[in-house]
């Protein structure tokens, strides 16, 4: 298997919100008590394990071989990272981790994970979100610069834009502030790198703060992903599916895309009553606990670098 890693031209990334992975302590200086087991959502160590290995086994079912890159997103601090990669399911994975330490009030982070057979990062950095009046602080932008096995270089950016929360319009200058952060690194790299953006942008294909990138001529290879059992976006609301993660891509990379899709794999759906067909199977309705994977489903590209 090592030595199939070394002579493939294929380079796989996936992009998956994890849904609030948390465990079990608290993190002095963070909103995270409601994740705690004596808090509002009784989070116990049997439920945080449970979660770390459905995450693994969501990983794992996104493609015939293990992922070469993993962009996640809504975890909480470098001990659930370890836990992940060393002693969940996906601990003969061999992934190595990058990830942020933000001031996000409620402690969420984003990470890339790794495998040193295929990427070997050469530097990496947080990008700050100054916040703006009257924004909460929220998480740094992952910036990762990589080796491919290939010989090519590759600038990774993995982002968790600030929430809708009070409305598109009122919250849409929060999620644009991100965007202008990345927009004055973007400059810096220059236009004829290969670049990757991805990440839970808490907004759709269409949005003002997804057409600043496209302006920088970015294109965004994800926008009509679909999975074979019938997902038409990574997130479902009210009975129809969109897409608040993407995946954004440079000129020069865009041409060696070979595929796209959600993983939509049957064992991470569940039927909803209210609205009829699937949905992702999530961790928590509202409080109520069940034993599912998350409220977005994975993206999946399969790049060609030969």
Avoid at 204 to 213: C, V
Avoid at 243 to 269: E, G, Q, R, T, W
Wanted: with cysteine.
């Amino acid at each position: 298997m090592f030595l199939s890693l070394l002579l493939s031209s294929f380079l796989t990334l996936v992009e998956l919100n994890c849904e609030n992975l948390f465990d079990t302590h608290h993190d002095v200086g963070k909103e995270d008590t409601e994740f705690l087991p004596d808090g509002s959502r009784h989070w116990t160590a049997t439920k945080y394990w449970g979660k770390l290995n459905r995450i693994g086994q969501e990983i794992l079912s996104c493609s015939d071989d293990i992922p070469d890159l993993v962009a996640l997103v809504e975890v909480e601090n470098d001990s659930v990272l370890r836990d992940l990669t060393r002693r969940s399911l996906l601990r003969q994975a061999g992934y190595q981790y990058l990830m942020t330490e933000s001031p996000d009030v409620r402690g969420v982070d984003v990470a890339l994970l790794y495998q040193p057979a295929s990427f070997r990062p050469l530097c990496y950095d947080y990008i700050e979100v100054p916040p703006l009046e009257e924004m909460r602080p929220t998480r740094d932008v992952l910036y990762v610069t990589g080796c491919c096995v290939s010989g090519d270089t590759i600038h990774i950016f993995v982002i968790h834009s600030p929430s809708r929360y009070g409305g598109e319009r009122v919250s849409r200058p929060n999620r644009l502030q991100v965007i202008r952060q990345l927009q004055h690194h973007l400059v810096g790299i220059g236009p004829h790198a290969s670049v990757i953006i991805t990440g839970d942008f808490n907004d759709y294909y269409d949005s003002p703060a997804l057409k600043e990138l496209y302006a920088l001529g970015l294109q965004n290879i994800t926008c009509d992903a679909q999975g074979k059992n019938g997902a038409k976006g990574t997130y479902r609301y009210r009975g129809e599916w969109h897409s608040l993660d993407h995946v954004l891509v440079s000129p020069l990379i865009y041409n060696k895309v070979d595929s796209v899709y959600i993983n939509d794999a049957p064992f991470l759906l569940e039927d909803e009553p209210q609205y009829g067909g699937k949905r992702p199977f999530r961790t928590f309705q509202g409080v109520h606990y069940q034993p599912g994977f998350s409220d977005h489903l994975p993206i999946v590209v399969r790049f060609n670098l030969e």
